[in-house]
Protein backbone atom coordinates (compact mmCIF):
# COMPACT_ATOMS: atom_id res chain seq x y z
CA UNK A 1 0.00 0.00 0.00
CA UNK A 2 0.93 3.17 -0.32
CA UNK A 3 1.24 6.06 2.38
CA UNK A 4 0.18 9.51 1.07
CA UNK A 5 1.76 11.82 3.62
CA UNK A 6 4.98 10.08 2.18
CA UNK A 7 4.09 10.87 -1.73
CA UNK A 8 3.20 14.33 -0.60
CA UNK A 9 6.57 14.74 1.18
CA UNK A 10 8.02 13.60 -2.02
CA UNK A 11 6.91 15.60 -4.68
CA UNK A 12 6.51 19.01 -2.27
CA UNK A 13 10.72 18.03 -2.52
CA UNK A 14 10.72 17.92 -6.38
CA UNK A 15 8.60 20.64 -6.84
CA UNK A 16 10.53 23.10 -4.39
CA UNK A 17 13.27 21.86 -6.74
CA UNK A 18 12.00 22.90 -9.76
CA UNK A 19 10.40 26.56 -8.50
CA UNK A 20 14.18 26.90 -7.03
CA UNK A 21 15.42 26.76 -10.78
CA UNK A 22 12.50 28.63 -12.10
CA UNK A 23 13.21 31.74 -9.80
CA UNK A 24 16.44 31.18 -10.94
CA UNK A 25 15.67 31.59 -14.41
CA UNK A 26 13.85 34.30 -13.66
CA UNK A 27 16.81 35.87 -12.20
CA UNK A 28 19.12 35.33 -14.65
CA UNK A 29 17.31 35.40 -17.93
CA UNK A 30 15.46 37.49 -20.21
CA UNK A 31 12.60 34.96 -20.13
CA UNK A 32 11.47 36.54 -17.07
CA UNK A 33 7.65 36.51 -17.81
CA UNK A 34 7.89 32.44 -19.09
CA UNK A 35 9.33 31.86 -15.66
CA UNK A 36 7.17 34.15 -14.15
CA UNK A 37 4.10 31.82 -15.32
CA UNK A 38 6.08 29.08 -14.71
CA UNK A 39 6.51 30.06 -10.88
CA UNK A 40 2.91 30.98 -10.69
CA UNK A 41 1.31 27.45 -11.96
CA UNK A 42 3.60 25.59 -10.16
CA UNK A 43 3.28 27.12 -7.37
CA UNK A 44 -0.98 26.77 -7.43
CA UNK A 45 -0.02 22.91 -8.77
CA UNK A 46 1.61 22.30 -5.07
CA UNK A 47 -1.28 24.11 -3.27
CA UNK A 48 -3.95 22.41 -4.94
CA UNK A 49 -1.47 19.14 -4.24
CA UNK A 50 -1.77 20.25 -0.93
CA UNK A 51 -5.19 20.56 -0.63
CA UNK A 52 -5.84 17.13 -1.92
CA UNK A 53 -3.67 15.53 0.32
CA UNK A 54 -5.44 17.64 3.27
CA UNK A 55 -9.13 16.62 1.30
CA UNK A 56 -7.90 12.93 1.66
CA UNK A 57 -6.93 12.77 5.09
CA UNK A 58 -10.97 14.28 5.74
CA UNK A 59 -12.39 11.79 3.35
CA UNK A 60 -10.96 9.19 5.51
CA UNK A 61 -12.02 10.08 8.74
CA UNK A 62 -15.04 11.10 7.85
CA UNK A 63 -15.68 7.15 5.95
CA UNK A 64 -14.72 6.12 9.26
CA UNK A 65 -17.41 8.50 11.13
CA UNK A 66 -20.17 7.39 8.01
CA UNK A 67 -20.15 11.24 7.58
CA UNK A 68 -20.19 12.85 3.76
CA UNK A 69 -17.38 15.37 2.72
CA UNK A 70 -16.56 17.06 -0.53
CA UNK A 71 -12.78 16.06 -2.28
CA UNK A 72 -12.53 19.64 -2.94
CA UNK A 73 -12.77 19.65 -6.94
CA UNK A 74 -14.31 23.44 -6.71
CA UNK A 75 -11.48 24.93 -4.68
CA UNK A 76 -8.67 23.38 -6.76
CA UNK A 77 -10.42 24.32 -10.08
CA UNK A 78 -10.75 28.32 -8.54
CA UNK A 79 -6.99 28.17 -7.74
CA UNK A 80 -6.50 27.05 -11.41
CA UNK A 81 -8.64 30.14 -12.47
CA UNK A 82 -7.17 32.93 -10.17
CA UNK A 83 -3.92 31.85 -11.98
CA UNK A 84 -5.58 31.73 -15.61
CA UNK A 85 -6.74 35.32 -14.48
CA UNK A 86 -3.60 36.79 -13.72
CA UNK A 87 -1.82 35.53 -16.40
CA UNK A 88 -4.51 37.19 -18.89
CA UNK A 89 -4.79 40.54 -16.86
CA UNK A 90 -0.79 40.89 -17.04
CA UNK A 91 -0.17 39.25 -20.22
CA UNK A 92 3.00 41.51 -20.07
CA UNK A 93 4.67 40.33 -16.84
CA UNK A 94 3.12 36.66 -17.18
CA UNK A 95 2.70 34.30 -20.06
CA UNK A 96 -0.61 32.49 -20.55
CA UNK A 97 0.75 29.14 -21.45
CA UNK A 98 3.62 28.78 -18.74
CA UNK A 99 1.46 29.39 -16.47
CA UNK A 100 -0.97 26.14 -17.88
CA UNK A 101 2.48 24.09 -18.08
CA UNK A 102 2.89 25.08 -14.39
CA UNK A 103 -0.51 24.05 -13.17
CA UNK A 104 0.47 20.85 -15.19
CA UNK A 105 3.64 19.89 -13.51
CA UNK A 106 2.54 18.02 -10.82
CA UNK A 107 0.87 15.24 -12.77
CA UNK A 108 3.96 15.14 -14.56
CA UNK A 109 5.78 14.65 -10.89
CA UNK A 110 3.42 12.63 -10.19
CA UNK A 111 4.05 9.90 -13.23
CA UNK A 112 7.60 10.63 -13.13
CA UNK A 113 7.74 9.39 -9.79
CA UNK A 114 5.28 6.37 -10.62
CA UNK A 115 8.01 5.21 -12.80
CA UNK A 116 10.77 6.00 -10.59
CA UNK A 117 9.82 3.93 -8.16
CA UNK A 118 8.25 0.86 -9.64
CA UNK A 119 11.64 0.89 -11.51
CA UNK A 120 12.83 0.41 -7.90
CA UNK A 121 10.91 -2.42 -6.81
Given at each position: ?????LMFRRYRKYILYLLALYTLGW?????QTVFLGLILGTGISLYNLWIMVRKHDQFDKALQEGKKVSLGTASRMASAIVAIFFALKFPDKIHLISVILGLMTM???IMIDFLLQHSRK
Open positions: MFDIHGFSEYYFV
